[in-house]
Nanobody, 121 residues
C-alpha cells in the first residue's frame, strides 16, 4: 500500500559528498516522522538522522555537522545530504516514513529497500 523508493547511493572517495533521496507513494493519508538509518556489515542498524513534520531534526553524534536531513512534504520525499564522507560511513542506508494510510488507523513505519554507500580512503 505504501512504497518508499530510494536513490542516490554510490561509491565515492573520502571527503566527497552524496545526496540520497527517498520518495513515498501509495495510500498515504499523512506522514509523521521521516528519516534515515544505516547498517554496516556485521553491525546493527543505527539511526543516522530524522526529521519531524514540523522540521525538527535529530542526528547521531557520528554524523552531526556533516549530514543534513530535509524533507519536501508536498512530494512526500526525504533527503539526506552527506558531506565530508568518511570510510566509516560505508553502509546500506535505509529511509523510513511513519505513515498513516487513513484517519481510522494508527501510523506505521514503512521502509525503503536500502541503497549502498561506499566511501573509499
Amino acid at each position: 500500500q505504501v512504497q518508499l523508493v530510494e536513490s542516490g547511493g554510490g561509491l565515492v572517495q573520502a571527503g566527497w559528498s552524496l545526496r540520497l533521496s527517498c520518495a513515498a507513494s501509495g495510500s498515504i493519508f499523512s506522514i509523521n516522522g521521516m528519516g534515515w538509518y544505516r547498517q554496516a556489515p556485521g553491525k546493527q542498524r543505527e539511526l543516522v538522522g530524522v526529521i519531524t513534520t514540523g522540521g525538527r531534526e535529530d542526528y547521531a553524534d557520528s554524523v552531526k555537522g556533516r549530514f543534513t536531513v530535509s524533507r519536501d512534504n508536498a512530494k512526500n520525499t526525504v533527503y539526506l545530504q552527506m558531506n565530508s564522507l568518511k570510510p566509516e560511513d560505508t553502509a546500506v542506508y535505509y529511509c523510513y516514513a511513519d505513515v498513516r494510510i487513513s484517519s481510522d488507523y494508527a501510523s506505521y513505519d514503512y521502509w525503503g529497500q536500502g541503497t549502498q554507500v561506499t566511501v573509499s580512503s
